[in-house]
């Protein structure tokens, strides 16, 4: 029985790897298994505690097969014991890619120039860089082919294909991030999900002023095409969000609804209640609004 490596090279390896395999084999979403699940704790607890068990149970073994050898295999077996450890297959490749001779055969490949004593070895080019220079040229050539000859894509055509892409994946981030629009990002919401949201925030805030029809009462109508603050979704939004002017009544709703809420309740007027005939409309107050006044 001979040990190839010692016990505190292979316990944590094997140890590693069961807990590579595990988080191979189970999916824990984002975070790993071993965080996710105590049961994986408690697995890998057990399999560190079975694993020196396994060491145990082989050393003993070891020891008790030793006493029953006869003197003789007793030395014979400490010797072969004692020979120190080598990576021969890692030592023959790193070897072999240097490609060098051994010091002891040098006579063969010295060359005749002998300068001041100073002479010359013709050594091959070491094996790793040849393979390497080989890979180069293949690299080349079908770079060649494939980008001068068939014309695969273009720089141009790459970064367009990126930005897409990152256009696709701003507008996920947006639907999750909803929340962030502020006066100067929104943009007018068309979902009908944030109309129907939009329109059960006005029925709960803002129809004891602006009627629900938009008609007007303490505030103004809101159905005409005149605005005292300035129409288009980023002033409504921010009339929403900062209220009208003093003294008038309109409060800073920012105190009290969420941003994608007053994206919400702004967006519902201007595409719900903009141009709608209400029962009791109030005279039109403000200048008419073009989208083309927007700053
Ligand atoms: C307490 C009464 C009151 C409530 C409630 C109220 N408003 Fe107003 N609102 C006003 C008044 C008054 C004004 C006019 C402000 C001014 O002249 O500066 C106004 C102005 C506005 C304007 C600008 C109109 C324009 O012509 O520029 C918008 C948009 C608006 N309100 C939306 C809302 C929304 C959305 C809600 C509910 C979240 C709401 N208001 C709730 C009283 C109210």
């Known amino acids: 029985m001979k040990n190839r490596s010692t016990w505190w090279i292979r316990v944590p390896v094997l140890l590693f790897l069961i807990w590579g395999m595990m988080e191979y084999f189970i999916d824990s979403g984002e975070k790993p298994a071993i965080i996710e699940y105590p049961a994986a704790q408690f697995f890998m607890l057990m399999v560190f505690l079975l694993l020196i068990a396994i060491e145990l149970i082989l050393q003993s073994v070891e020891n008790v097969m030793f006493h029953t050898l006869s003197e003789e295999a007793k030395e014979r077996y400490l010797a072969s014991k004692s020979k120190s450890w080598e990576w021969s297959w890692g030592k023959n490749t790193y070897k072999k890619l240097l490609g060098s001779k051994p010091m002891e055969a040098e006579g063969e490949i010295i060359l005749d120039h002998n300068y001041d004593g100073i002479r010359e070895l013709d050594n091959k080019l070491p094996p790793w860089w040849v393979y390497m220079f080989y890979a ?151 200048d008419v609004w073009e989208e083309s006044d927007t700053p």
């Not at 994946?169 to 947006?174: G, S």
């Not at 300035?230 to 009208?244: D, H, R």
């Open 136 to 286: 180069t040229i293949i690299f080349g050539v079908v770079y060649l082919v494939r980008f001068h000859v068939f014309n695969d894509y273009d720089q141009d055509s790459e970064y367009e294909r990126e930005v897409a892409a990152a256009q696709l994946e701003i507008e996920a981030y947006k639907k999750t991030a909803k929340d962030l629009v502020d006066a100067n990002t929104v943009a007018l919401l068309t979902e009908a999900a944030d109309i129907n949201a939009g329109k059960a925030i006005y029925e709960t805030n803002c129809v004891a002023c602006h009627m629900a029809d938009g008609g007007g009462g303490i505030g103004p109508n809101l159905t005409d095409d005149h605005w005292i603050l300035g129409g288009g979704i980023k002033n409504v939004f921010s009339t929403v969000s900062e209220g009208g002017r003093d003294g008038k009544g309109m409060v800073a709703w920012k105190q009290i609804l969420k941003p994608v809420e007053m994206a919400q309740v702004s967006s519902y007027i201007l595409i719900e209640i903009q141009g709608k005939t209400p029962a009791n409309p109030k005279a039109a107050e403000g």
